[in-house]
């Protein structure tokens, strides 16, 4: 089954709004991490975030390992804040290697 | 900031061709990776590598075979192409070891006609 749920799938939101993304894992975890997918393809890592929370201007990234869950919350968001939001995780048994959820693709509109 | 490079960015094979994607980091990184990206399906892995001379089969390996002959080199090799082989080629290195996040190339677009 799938090991990594993100949701929503979709997002449309106006500028300026807040949103929060999740991110659930069935098994157990090591740590995990959250990418961004330019609408042109390519992809970037927004954190390495094993546990507790991160923060990096207008992104935060919460991680509790014990509940199997992260999320990614976005503040004041912006158009340039459109693509996609992928997490993975790195997974206790299995080396060292992420397996990742289909992603969150978000929407800015003016 | 940490450089991966691939080649081709597009690439148009024919059914039972023979096909090799180049991947290049000039991290310094132990760990390599190819993914591939479909709708639906995210990004899954293919192979992967802890080293130079070391690969290992990700969650879909059929069909594909990797090659890492050195630390900065990994290849994803397609030795007979199939249509349901198109798709978006990514690969990336890290350093699980060190904490280190994973950087991606931009990505190889493989059509298979």
């Known amino acids: 089954g799938q090991q990594v749920q993100q949701s929503p799938a979709s997002l449309v939101l106006q500028e300026g709004e807040n949103a929060e993304l999740q991110c659930n894992f069935s098994t157990s975890l090591n740590s995990m991490q959250w990418f961004y997918q330019r609408p042109e393809g390519s992809l970037v890592s927004l954190f390495y975030?094993?546990?507790g929370t991160k923060q990096s201007g207008r992104l935060t990234s919460t991680t509790v390992i014990k509940e199997r869950r992260s999320s990614l919350h976005i503040s004041s968001s912006q158009i340039t804040d459109s693509g996609t939001y992928l997490c993975a995780m790195e997974a206790g048994n299995m080396g060292y290697k992420l397996t990742f959820g289909t992603g969150t693709s978000l929407l800015v509109d003016p | 900031e940490a450089a991966v490079t691939q080649s081709p960015r597009n690439k148009v094979a024919v059914t039972g061709g023979k096909v090799t994607l180049s991947c290049n980091q000039t991290n310094n990184h132990n760990n390599m990776y190819w993914y591939r990206q479909d709708t639906g399906h995210g990004l899954r892995l293919i192979h992967y590598s802890y080293g130079a001379g070391s690969t290992e089969k990700g969650d879909i390996p059929d069909g594909y075979k990797a090659s890492r002959p050195s630390q900065e080199n990994f290849s994803l090799i397609l030795e007979l192409a199939t249509p349901s082989q198109t798709s978006v080629y990514f690969c990336?290195?890290?350093?699980?070891?060190?904490?280190?996040?994973?950087?991606f190339g931009h990505g190889t677009k493989l059509s298979v006609l």
């Open positions: 975030n094993p546990s």
């Open positions: 990336a290195s890290g350093d699980f070891n060190s904490n280190e996040r994973l950087f």
